[in-house]
């Protein structure tokens, strides 16, 4: 999103345009903003506690959104993440209530997850089915499904193993969720992959001009086989860790996740259209719609306002992006 | 056996006696156009063979075949003597094939330095992407050829000139046995086309095997040791330079088509001005240009990639904005700056992208060709159909559409008979000036006759045709005037009489 840093091809712009050309300080500065806000106007809003709190919260579209990105930077989308939460679930609480062992149960949800990621993946890469339609067929049969295996009734979790509890409640140090620190470091890892590793650089191009990537020899297909792989194995982790903090499979779980996290990441400025956007602009966008959630919470305003509060924000983004973008290249 | 440009000497050294690439008997079939007949073409190493013909001869369909972007309908491919099988860009890539396509193919979100290594980032340790090394052998590469592109610099950013140069030094960043250029010097100085010119003289005493399509026979003449003429789609000669004149060369690429190409039938052009444009600028390409076409006249508009031509047609009919000037079609000014302002005072523009911009290729032949004037056809709001078959009828027994009924799906037609569709759209709506935007472009040789004599029947019948085309004798056998376009400025408008090949070059030139 630093189109409008390389416009003028002549002069440099100033240091300072260039910093605030970059997507990232403009979300990072509203983040801080937002934070400001809501610790001068809303109680208990500025403690350490609440602020792992959101951390904590975060921690489910931090992880989801790096998948959700990486698809979007490839030039697709995947929203049957949501109903993907749910699904995985039920293989996960059921292998650890048989075997009473979190590694068993924790495969079994990863090879779930690495199934379906792989079905989105071949219907669009390779046979060709628009992505938005494909997920959007997955999410609805992932759902029903889940409806139908469970009858509608929660399957609670028997075996409690104190490992999988953990990732619900425990804290790295007493003071950062593990699930935040679980977000953090899959952060990390995608993050350096997207800019220091050639598949990353491979994902940009796919999602930036699939023709030009394809001359230059790529495996357009592939790459974008691999991304929804990824996309549906992260929001497996991100499935897990609700449900160690539900305590069961829920045939409700993750209901509307897929629009949070897409929200989070287009704000972040992650493009539909592919090629364009970040892991860190992501990770700022989920960050900024939660402590907004968590602050008009603290100032007693109901989750319909939020909501309301939440689309705005998104279109206008969206809309001071483009505006920026057609500055640069009509300029 | 190939040769490393960045590090030469490290590679291992090439065999002369083997053609370093050998096709035979290349065929090649699109829907309706035959654009391959039986083509052989061998490249030495350590020469420079020029590939020449007219636009359609075939000369892009035999590169791309080259770059295994299309796949071929029957032939052979030899890499040192031994048969290849080119299925995709990446097998050809890894045969050392290196194409620097015609149309810029870089990632524009890309710094220059990503996009020359674009078909292999070097890495370092653990098979992360070595920065370091990417950015210096950028900028080592750009001080070998002599260009100067800043490596970090966005892509998309830059001109298109240095975009060509980045698309030049990408195929020199990795080992190379035969380097194709497709008209890279389009959008050159000529400063940095002379710094090309020895960056190819030092490949080819590298022992790479280059190709070098142009239409400029100065270039070629002064770069290449051999010559291959394609036309229709047909090989017709290949020979050592030194023995083509260039009448010779001008003989193979046109034959004797030339005269009979362009029969006109038309009168002169009247004295009425049905188009004037004045001080027209655009934010982005078009400054300054002024000029008035008047009715029954073709006014060609000449110029090299770049040049604004595209441009200039989409702002004078509505279609992208402007940022001053004036535009006035049949007396009255397009106030305000649309298409649907456009289309109601007669001006409509053929475009050059068919399938993108003119054509629904899914829907039938008559929706396409009525497409903008349903409003003559309605009755009440609901579309007369009867009434609107009989005007398309119309339109494809007079321009001889060959189609096998209004009901086939436009996409199915010859390219030809599409350009026929979308101008019998505009003469429906009863059109005052039509601006044709490179009309022949994907259309079979036979059938580009027939595309003129229609758009000499249009000036004829009194419209003003505003033409604009990269084709010189398209530009010389049909326009009344000539004008010339270089990077978005007018450069030169001269008489039918006065315009010679020369003076259209200098002027497009600048």
């Known amino acids: ?331 | 056996m190939s040769v490393d440009f960045l590090h030469p000497g490290e590679g291992a050294a090439i065999d002369t006696n083997v053609p370093a690439l050998e096709l035979r008997g290349i065929d090649k079939r699109f829907p309706g156009v035959v654009a391959l007949d039986n083509v052989d073409f061998t490249l030495e190493p350590g020469k420079i063979h020029a590939l020449m013909g007219e636009n359609g001869a075939g000369k892009s369909t035999l590169i791309k075949i080259m770059a295994g972007v299309y796949g071929k309908d029957a032939g052979t491919i030899r890499m040192c003597g031994r048969e290849v099988d080119i299925k995709s860009p990446r097998d050809s890539l890894k045969e050392g094939i290196k194409v620097v396509f015609q149309e810029i193919a870089l990632i524009s979100e890309f710094t220059v330095a990503e996009n020359i290594f674009l078909e292999g980032y070097p890495t370092g340790k653990g098979g992360s992407i070595d920065w370091k090394k990417i950015r210096a052998d950028s900028a080592a590469l750009f001080d070998r050829i002599g260009f100067n592109v800043d490596p970090a610099a966005r892509t998309g950013s830059l001109p298109v000139s240095q975009q060509q140069m980045v698309e030049i030094a990408r195929a020199l960043a990795h080992e190379a046995r035969v380097v194709v250029m497709d008209e890279p010097t389009s959008s050159l100085t000529p400063n940095e086309v002379s710094l090309l010119f020895t960056v190819i003289r030092r490949l080819a005493a590298l022992g790479i095997a280059v190709v070098y399509v142009s239409h400029k026979l100065d270039e070629v003449f002064e770069i290449a040791d051999m010559v291959t003429v394609l036309r229709d789609g047909r090989h017709i000669s290949t020979k050592p330079i030194g023995e083509h004149t260039n009448d010779t060369l001008i003989h193979d690429m046109i034959g004797r088509r030339i005269d009979n190409l362009f029969p006109r039938k038309r009168g002169e052009p009247g004295s009425k001005v049905a188009l004037f444009v004045e001080k027209l600028s655009t934010a982005r390409k078009l400054n300054d240009v002024s000029f008035e076409a008047r009715a029954g006249e073709v006014l060609g508009f000449f110029g090299l990639m770049g040049a604004g031509r595209t441009e200039l047609a989409k702002a004078i009919v509505g279609y992208d904005p402007i940022t001053s000037g004036m535009i006035v079609v049949d007396g009255s000014r397009l106030v305000p700056h649309d298409t649907r302002t456009g289309v109601k005072l007669g001006i409509g523009l053929l475009t050059e992208d068919r399938k993108s911009e003119g054509l629904m290729g899914e829907l039938p032949v008559y929706q396409n060709a009525s497409l903008a004037s349903l409003g003559a056809f309605a009755r009440m709001g609901f579309i007369d159909k009867a009434k609107e078959h009989r005007a398309v009828q119309d339109y494809v027994d007079r321009f001889r559409i060959k189609t096998p009924s209004l009901f086939q799906q436009v996409k199915n037609l010859s390219g030809g008979n599409q350009q026929k569709v979308l101008i019998s759209r505009w003469l429906m709506r009863g059109l005052k000036v039509i601006v044709v935007d490179e009309p022949t472009r994907g259309i079979d040789v036979g059938a580009k006759s027939e595309i003129f004599a229609l758009i000499d029947r249009l000036a004829g019948e009194g419209l003003a045709v505003v033409m604009m085309t990269s084709e010189m004798p398209e530009l010389l056998g049909l326009s009344d005037r000539v004008a010339v376009m270089c990077e978005g400025r007018l450069t030169a408008i001269m008489s039918r009489e006065e315009a010679t090949q020369e003076k259209i070059l200098n002027a497009a030139i600048g």
């Open chain 1, 1 to 331: 999103m630093s189109l409008a840093s390389t416009a003028s091809v002549k002069a440099p712009p100033s240091l300072l345009a260039r910093l605030f050309a970059r997507q990232e300080l403009a979300l990072l500065v509203c983040l801080i903003l937002v934070i400001v806000f809501f610790s001068v106007t809303a109680e208990n809003f500025f403690s350490m506690r609440n602020m792992t709190n959101v951390l904590g919260q975060a921690s489910l579209a931090l992880t989801a959104g790096i998948g959700c990105a990486i698809v979007f930077i490839s030039g697709e989308v995947d929203i049957s993440i949501g109903s993907l939460l749910a699904t995985i679930a039920l293989p996960l609480i059921i292998i650890m209530n048989d075997t009473n062992s979190l590694l068993l149960g924790v495969s079994g949800a990863l090879l779930f997850g690495l199934i379906i990621g792989a079905v989105n993946g071949y219907l669009t890469a390779y046979a060709g089915i628009n992505s938005l339609i494909v997920t959007l067929g997955t999410m609805f049969i992932m759902r029903g499904g889940v409806y139908l295996y469970t009858g509608q009734r929660a399957i609670p979790d028997d075996a409690s193993l104190d490992s999988f509890i953990a990732l619900s409640d425990g804290r790295l140090f007493n003071i950062i969720p593990y699930s935040a620190v679980i977000a953090i470091v899959l952060l990390a890892a995608f993050a350096y992959m997207m800019r220091h590793r050639p598949f990353g650089r491979q994902i940009y191009a796919v999602g930036g001009n699939p023709e030009v990537a394809r001359l230059a020899g790529y495996d357009v297909r592939r790459v974008k086989f691999i991304c929804f792989i990824i996309s549906s194995l992260l929001a497996t982790v991100a499935g897990i860790i609700l449900a160690a903090r539900v305590g069961s499979a829920q045939h409700t779980a993750g209901l509307n996740f897929e629009f949070q996290v897409v929200a989070a990441t287009v704000l972040g400025g992650v493009s539909l259209a592919g090629g364009i956007g970040s892991l860190s602009g992501m990770a700022l966008g989920v960050l900024i719609l939660q402590f907004l959630s968590n602050g008009l919470r603290g100032l007693g305003l109901p989750t319909e306002w939020q909501l309301v509060i939440t689309g705005m924000i998104i279109i206008a983004a969206v809309a001071f992006d483009e505006a920026k973008r057609r500055r640069a290249i009509g300029g």
